[in-house]
T-cell receptor
Framework: AQSVTQPDIHITVSEGASLELRCNYSYGATPYLFWYVQSPGQGLQLLLKYFSGDTLVQGIKGFEAEFKRSQSSFNLRKPSVHWSDAAEYFCAVASSGGSYIPTFGRGTSLIVHP | GAVVSQHPSRVICKSGTSVKIECRSLDFQATTMFWYRQFPKKSLMLMATSNEGSKATYEQGVEKDKFLINHASLTLSTLTVTSAHPEDSSFYIC?????????????FGPGTRLLVL
């Protein structure tokens, strides 16, 4: 069975600073990987996804993530954080050979200081 | 494109009553819709997978008689919480995948906040 670990419950950064949110997954084959963002009281918005090909994936809102098979990681990065980026971020993994239903990590809460 | 809506956005009900939540794909047809439950500061837990025209598949530990799911058309799925109790209070989120393609990506609704008094 697949699983996702987001080791950081909270991350605090200053506006304009760079950001990296960690995600490690467990899956036997090449996984489908996702990052979603959830603003308070809202549903999830897809930031980016990796299925195959280039391991550096560009997403919306200036986010990118890099798939590293050797480290079983799919960390999310942004070079300069804006106050509006404050939200909950979820990493998810889905089976590439089955139902595609994602398993979500517990989420990382991003706090942005002015 | 790929917009999913939920109605209502929030609902407060008395213990023992039933509540229906609608999930609609507005600009695409969805073969499959999914229902999740999210507790405060917690991740999303898949409750059930709903396929148009057939019975829903429930995850282990989810009471199918309590959480009734109907997927009557390719654009509408409903979740009915029957005889609601305070412990059913939660944030319920639906998602849908694109029929005929893009199955690997789900599109999420904005969620429904349920408070049972």
């Amino acid at each position: 069975a697949q699983s996702v670990t987001q080791p950081d419950i909270h991350i605090t950064v200053s506006e304009g600073a760079s950001l990296e949110l960690r995600c490690n997954y467990s899956y036997g084959a090449t996984p489908y990987l996702f990052w979603y963002v959830q603003s308070p009281g809202q549903g999830l918005q897809l930031l980016l996804k990796y299925f195959s090909g280039d391991t550096l994936v560009q997403g919306i809102k200036g986010f990118e993530a890099e798939f590293k098979r050797s480290q079983s990681s799919f960390n999310l990065r942004k070079p300069s954080v804006h106050w509006s980026d404050a939200a909950e971020y979820f990493c998810a993994v889905a089976s590439s050979g089955g139902s595609y239903i994602p398993t979500f990590g517990r989420g990382t809460s991003l706090i942005v200081h002015p | 494109g790929a917009v999913v809506s939920q109605h209502p956005s929030r609902v407060i009900c008395k213990s023992g009553t039933s509540v229906k939540i609608e999930c609609r794909s507005l600009d695409f047809q969805a073969t499959t819709m999914f229902w999740y439950r999210q507790f405060p500061k917690k991740s999303l837990m898949l409750m059930a997978t709903s396929n148009e025209g057939s019975k829903a598949t429930y995850e282990q530990g989810v009471e199918k008689d309590k959480f009734l799911i109907n997927h009557a058309s390719l654009t509408l799925s409903t979740l009915t919480v029957t005889s609601a109790h305070p412990e059913d209070s939660s944030f319920y989120i639906c998602s849908a995948d694109l029929a005929g393609g893009g199955k690997e990506t789900q599109y999420f609704g904005p969620g429904t906040r349920l408070l049972v008094l």
